[in-house]
């Protein structure tokens, strides 16, 4: 009861704080605003808070206590949701309202709030512009007759769009102080709108650049100040060179080049912060605490996630498949918990000592206790790399096999097992894009085995592969799903072979003989490795974010009142606007050397304190016939053709029951659309109500096996 009272109290204060962040953003471009808060900066100038201290706690604190709050209630959150009736009117939201190849899959949510996003853009442009033409007047000095500064003035008005969408951009690739959990939605999933926000960011940019430049060239007025580093104001020379920065960022990120050079999208992307200290030097301190939220945040996010994955541990052994798919079995910590479709990120210094790759978990926790799995298909150069480092220790001697040090980042997973909530689970994988289902699936028949939930969903798995032989993927769950009647683990599998064709062969004879080929690679270990311990707990990473804050602002006020000269009269133009800049560069390096010093004690501690690790080889698996014969039987297997979802979907509800059903899709874009399509049919939209009680109702789901 207490809790549940805590964490209603919490949600109130989330949503109070960033309600209040939000009218910020709308009331900003207002006159009357504008002179509020001219007279507030005047006000606090003459105090030790400053006017800085004041943009500080008013811009950028909100967002960051929004973090902090968040952090705790996901710290008290139960992991196993409560079941609600009334899914129905959630269920018409989120399912897909929008299916395109061009757009992807868009949810009403989605739509929803990418309209008030512009509706947003559009009335702080409307403002700011009508203030603007109302007191426009020719310029003599720049030579500009009246549509050239009204030009100009739009120019400068895309600016402040582009600072708009900068606020926003680094929220959604937040890991661990991720606000977007709040929300249920995880980082693979979000990382989509980082790409909506930075290409609409920088399509405002250019724009705002492109045509300033025109103005000064139509005016003779570019020599004189755009290769020039002002000493007070906007530094034209830093917007230029930001500008150029994030135009060679987006292009290295556009999928032709991220998916066939990953290397050179990576390493590209890393010109961030670059990009973020001009936009600084550019736009100036009062408006750079405005994007600071996220950018803070993030800097917080990076540096912890860094701090976590210093800690080498070793592949403890690893499941060779015939389809080109390694598992790799890794130590983990005893108290490190996970919930299903957890991914971590994985770095291998041996082929890259900067590139992390996402993968996702397929073990459980609630089986696993010293050991957690990933399965990664050998596509990219990065993965074939790794498939030959192992096969290469495959062939070496077997009594001296070496140890292959890895670094891991993670895991990250959503706070609570929303699946349960469903009555029936329809499971779509294609290919490699089983991995996320393969941690359900065991989460679920532990569960079974030991009664922890009351109720637990009836599952029907698709799974759609080019070739028999990609069948072995299945090998993790088959001891636990395939030994066991449908009726007791509550599991029907169907699988579709596409490109072969074969006549009177079973699940069972498929998977046994395939089985029969996986090969298990154990390695050595070193005596001074660490098992994953995973991230610290939430509660921890609330302390951090709350604490950081003030330390910053401690910093910013000392250096301020040290460097900046304390007149009565004394305005900040009469000192280089590049200093303020760098004072609030400085005090935000100090307050990272501070939580370095302090996360890596406590890390270092903790690391300590651990118990020794337990390191268990990695059998190979085993699968009886006698047992497996009669549970197999029950389960299907299609060769030469594609799933019928339209099929699958009008006999699912006969088949397994129950009016709510979740449907969870992970696979080709093509495979998501197709589902994403009979969903949006089957629910007809946004429509909820009495017509559909009677009516099965399919809550769609996209998932993400990797970035």
Not at 337 to 346: G, I, Q
Not at 354 to 379: G, R
Not at 427 to 436: E, F, K, M, R, S
């Given at each position: ?400 096999m070496k140890c292959i040090p890895v670094a891991v980042e993670g895991p990250y997973g959503p706070a609570t097992m929303e699946f349960l909530r469903y009555d029936s689970l329809l499971l779509v994988a294609g290919g490699i894009g089983i991995t996320p289902f393969l941690s359900i699936l065991q989460e679920l028949v532990a569960a079974q085995n030991s009664g922890r939930y009351k109720f637990l969903p009836r599952m029907q798995l698709i799974f759609a592969v080019k070739k028999a032989q990609d069948i072995c993927l299945l090998n993790s769950i088959s001891p636990l799903i395939f030994n066991q009647p449908t009726e007791k683990c509550h599991l029907k599998v169907k699988v579709y072979v596409t490109q072969e064709e074969q006549s009177s062969v079973t699940v069972r004879e498929v998977l046994l003989n395939e089985s029969s080929r996986v090969q298990t690679i154990n390695f050595g270990i070193k005596s001074s490795i660490y098992p994953v311990t995973g991230l610290e707990s939430p509660l921890w990473m609330a302390a951090i974010a709350g604490i950081s804050s003030i330390l910053f602002l ?154």
């Amino acid at each position: 009861m207490a809790r549940t009272t805590h964490l209603a109290v919490l949600k109130v204060l989330m949503a109070l704080i960033f309600a209040a962040w939000i009218s910020l953003w709308i009331l900003k471009p207002t006159q009357l605003w504008t002179r509020k808060w001219k007279a507030a900066e005047d006000l606090a100038r003459p105090t030790l808070f400053g006017y800085y201290g004041l943009n500080f706690a008013v811009y950028t604190f909100p967002l960051i206590a929004l973090a902090t709050v968040g952090s705790i209630y996901l710290n008290l959150k139960p992991r196993e949701p409560i079941r609600r009736e009334g899914r129905r009117v959630i269920a018409g939201f989120s399912n897909p309202l929008v299916v395109n190849s061009l757009l992807g899959i868009l949810s009403s949510i989605e739509i929803v709030a990418v309209f008030l996003f512009m509706l947003f853009l559009a009335w702080t442009f409307y403002v700011r512009i009508a203030n603007d033409f109302k007191k426009l007047k020719p310029d003599k000095a720049l030579k500009l007759n009246l549509w050239q500064l009204k030009y100009l003035r739009v120019a400068t008005r895309f600016g402040l769009l582009a600072e708009a969408c900068l606020a926003f951009l680094l929220l959604p690739v937040l890991r661990g102080l991720s606000v977007f959990r709040l929300l249920g939605i995880q980082f693979e999933a979000s990382v989509r709108y980082h790409i909506w926000l930075g290409t609409t960011m920088l399509f405002c940019a250019t724009f705002h650049g492109v045509s300033t430049l025109f103005i000064w060239g139509v005016s003779h007025y570019i020599q004189d100040e755009a290769w020039k580093w002002q000493n007070t104001g906007r530094i034209y020379l830093a917007g230029e060179i930001c500008l150029v920065t994030g135009l060679v960022i987006w292009i290295t990120a556009l999928p032709q080049i991220r998916r066939k050079k990953f290397e050179i999208f990576y390493y590209t992307h890393h010109l961030y912060m670059v990009f973020l200290v001009l936009f600084l030097f550019h736009a100036g301190d009062r408006h750079f605490y405005t994007v600071f939220p996220g950018i803070f945040l993030f800097g917080l996010d990076k540096l912890l996630r860094i701090i976590q994955s210093r800690s080498e541990t070793c592949i403890l052994s690893a499941r060779v498949f015939p389809s080109k798919a390694i598992e790799l079995i890794l130590p983990k910590d005893p108290g490190l918990k996970y919930t299903p479709t957890s991914v971590l990120f994985l770095k291998v210094p041996s082929i890259s000592k900067y590139q992390w790759h996402s993968f996702s978990i397929i073990s459980s926790s609630s089986v696993d206790a010293n050991s957690m799995s990933i399965l990664i298909k050998s596509e990219g150069s990065w993965t074939s790399s790794l498939s030959n480092l192992i096969q290469t220790e495959q062939k070496s001697d077997a009594d001296h096999m070496k140890c292959i040090p890895v670094a891991v980042e993670g895991p990250y997973g959503p706070a609570t097992m929303e699946f349960l909530r469903y009555d029936s689970l329809l499971l779509v994988a294609g290919g490699i894009g089983i991995t996320p289902f393969l941690s359900i699936l065991q989460e679920l028949v532990a569960a079974q085995n030991s009664g922890r939930y009351k109720f637990l969903p009836r599952m029907q798995l698709i799974f759609a592969v080019k070739k028999a032989q990609d069948i072995c993927l299945l090998n993790s769950i088959s001891p636990l799903i395939f030994n066991q009647p449908t009726e007791k683990c509550h599991l029907k599998v169907k699988v579709y072979v596409t490109q072969e064709e074969q006549s009177s062969v079973t699940v069972r004879e498929v998977l046994l003989n395939e089985s029969s080929r996986v090969q298990t690679i154990n390695f050595g270990i070193k005596s001074s490795i660490y098992p994953v311990t995973g991230l610290e707990s939430p509660l921890w990473m609330a302390a951090i974010a709350g604490i950081s804050s003030i330390l910053f602002l401690i910093f910013l006020i000392i250096f301020n009142h040290i460097f900046i000269p304390s007149q009565k009269n004394a305005t900040k133009e009469k000192t280089p606007s590049s200093v303020v800049d760098l004072l609030i560069i400085c005090s935000f390096i100090t307050v990272l050397m501070c939580i370095i010093f302090v996360a890596f004690i406590i890390r270092r501690r903790r690391l300590k304190q651990q118990s020794p690790p337990v390191f268990q080889k990695g059998k190979a698996l085993e699968i009886s016939p006698t047992e497996a014969r009669d549970a197999l039987e029950e389960h299907e297997i299609h060769f030469g053709g594609r799933p019928n979802f339209e099929d699958i979907f009008a006999k699912f509800p006969n088949e397994t029951g129950g009016s709510d059903v979740g449907v969870l899709v992970c696979g080709p874009e093509a495979m998501k659309e197709s589902v994403a399509s009979i969903c949006q049919h089957k629910c007809g939209g946004l429509k909820v109500g009495a017509n559909n009680k009677q009516k099965a109702n399919f809550s769609f789901h996209s998932l993400n096996f990797a970035l």
